[in-house]
């Protein structure tokens, strides 16, 4: 199984022509409850919170009714890769907290149960994988950054979300959601790829299988998952989210962040994540753009109200025969000129084609990831790997077990036969700068843009190589069935404005509904 447009397999960057808005092919029970909350289905932290305010839910009985639901759609989509054995004594720890402190003491995520992408450590019962059997048993000697600002948050840790393995950095042919412990995810709205790599993330907040999520990206691993399953994803600069003790490829464009049903679910998430992590420097400069009160007060109806937004057509906007998909993203242009947002169109991205055809990403992730993953491994307490070379030699050891034969290993292999930064790296480094400043950076200071908007996932590696934030909310089907969503790009610390914008268009245009199957 191939995917047209696979996140972080760059042999597919190459292809301009293709069409780039989507990846495929291709009941939750009712609860009632006196007032307020009837049903897991589609509820918001908010109408969580105001309902265990009423009294009328516990985190205990939330707990228990996402089990339920991933014990019943998990075995198909398989989203979830581990339930936390300990969740019910969270729930249990919040509701007491709940109990017993001041109200409004507490934050929004409080007592709300999240499932974090399994290349996010946690020391605790769950694993820390990436998917593969090659970390089962290894020791992380402290939980991620951000899972230490989660569990202050007072926000239950339901267990670990399946991915493509590695963050689809083992080989180009694997197929996107496939991970050796977790099988192959699929989208609830298709049954097909749910693209990844952040793929169980966003399958899980799909299917309603979790209240909130995390997922991470280092080119277009929110981005297409979320456009994918229908959901909210937020793509944060760079370093406003701590990769510490994230499984990683490079730390220059990895980045951790929400995957949600609504906007202001993933803004709540994003709120309690960033900030300084003194495990990862690269937070301190960048807590810069942290705006004083979060980033929550930027959810206003009227966020589209005089922004202005850019317009590349060529080729984000080209969907070939797909009439419904063209329609759609019209519509949604002209919604919001209507709600007052200045569309700079018909906009010309200099150095586009180079910056999808150049190997120059891949030159430097091979080399980083084989400098970062080694210094991963070396720092777990325990491990039965301890380098790329013995993951390498796991897979060999273990083909049957890791499908080496059907998907290979070709990307771990490229990156091992690398030496760290050399001449090439350098130079590739440098054109990536290069690109950005003379292609995206130029684009929107030159029209004054806060947002450029795109169909699909398909900018992601624009956002990637500058470490530039994204946006992606909900946007309605194509031809073929397939959902897909609407991103807000953005230069850096850009987040308050691509959250005025994300929120204004999910407002005036509400597009997103729970997967219909059978299950
Ligand atoms: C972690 O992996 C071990 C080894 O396979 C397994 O026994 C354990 O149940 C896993 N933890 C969870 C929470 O699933
Ligand atoms: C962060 O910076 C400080 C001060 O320069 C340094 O001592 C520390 O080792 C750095 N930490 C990491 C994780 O790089
Ligand atoms: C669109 O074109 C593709 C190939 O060019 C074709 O397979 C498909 O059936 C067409 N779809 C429609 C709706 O015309």
């Known amino acids: 199984m191939a995917t047209k447009y696979s996140p972080l397999s760059f042999t597919v960057f190459s292809s301009l022509l293709l069409i780039l808005l989507a990846t495929t092919s291709s ?45 019943r759609l998990n075995p198909v989509l398989k989203g979830v890769l581990e339930v936390n054995p300990d969740a019910l004594y969270q729930a249990d720890k919040a509701d007491h907290e709940r109990n017993s402190k001041a109200p409004g003491s507490l934050s929004p995520l409080h007592g709300i149960p999240i499932l974090l992408k399994d290349n ?6 769950l694993n820390s994988t990436a998917g593969s059997y090659a970390l089962l048993g290894s020791v992380v000697p402290r939980d991620a950054g951000v899972v230490t600002k989660l569990r202050k948050a007072g926000v239950i840790i339901l267990g670990k979300a399946t991915l493509s393995e590695w963050s689809s950095y083992r080989s180009n042919g694997a197929p996107s959601g496939w991970s050796a412990r977790g099988g192959q995810g699929k989208s609830p709205y298709t049954m097909g790829d749910p693209c990844g790599s952040s793929s169980g993330p ?9 209240a909130v999520s995390l997922g991470t990206e280092t080119d277009g691993s929110i981005l297409c998952p979320s456009s994918n399953n229908l959901v909210v994803g937020i793509k944060p600069t760079v370093g406003l989210t701590s990769r510490a003790g994230v499984i990683p490829i490079s730390p220059r464009q990895d980045t951790v962040g929400p995957i949600c049903r609504t906007v202001a679910d993933a803004v709540y998430v994003l709120d309690a994540i960033v900030g300084i992590d003194h495990y990862d420097n690269a937070t301190i400069e960048i807590s810069q753009y942290i705006p004083k009160g979060g980033y929550a007060q930027f959810l206003k109806a009227d966020g589209l109200q005089a922004k202005r937004v850019g317009i590349v057509r060529d080729p984000f906007y080209n969907f070939g025969n797909d009439t419904i998909a063209t329609r759609t993203v019209e519509q949604h242009l002209k919604t919001l000129r209507k709600q007052g947002t200045i569309l700079v169109d018909n906009l010309k991205l200099a150095n586009l084609v180079e910056i999808y055809r150049s190997s120059d990403e891949g030159t430097a992730l091979a080399a980083e990831f084989k400098i970062y993953m080694n210094a991963y491994l070396k720092e777990l307490v325990a491990s039965p790997v301890r380098s790329l070379a013995d993951l390498i030699a ?14 290979g290993q070709d990307q771990f292999v490229e990156a091992e036969a690398t030496n760290g930064i050399g001449n090439a790296e350098k130079a590739a480094l440098a054109n990536l700068a290069k690109l950005t400043r003379e292609g995206f950076v130029k684009l929107m200071t030159k029209n004054k843009l806060d947002a450029l908007v795109t169909p699909g996932s398909s900018v992601s590696h624009i956002l990637a190589i500058g470490g530039f934030p994204g946006v992606i909310v909900p946007a309605g089907y194509d031809s073929d069935g397939v959902p897909f969503g609407l991103s807000f790009g953005g230069l850096k610390g850009s987040e308050p404005k691509l959250i005025e914008i994300a929120y204004g268009f999910e407002q005036a245009t509400k597009i997103r509904k729970p997967p219909k199957f059978k299950i």
């Open 394 to 407: 796991f897979n060999k050891k273990n083909s049957k077990l890791e499908m080496l034969e059907e998907y």
């Open 27 to 71: 009941t939750a029970q009712a609860i009632k409850a006196a007032h307020g909350f009837s049903s897991i289905k589609e509820a918001t932290v908010h109408d969580i919170q105001l309902t265990f305010k009423q009294n009328q839910l516990s985190s205990r009985k939330l707990v228990e009714l996402y089990l339920k639901q991933i014990s």
């Open 120 to 125: 996010i450590a946690t020391k605790d019962k």
């Open 202 to 210: 966003a399958i899980s907040v799909a299917a309603n299988m979790a």
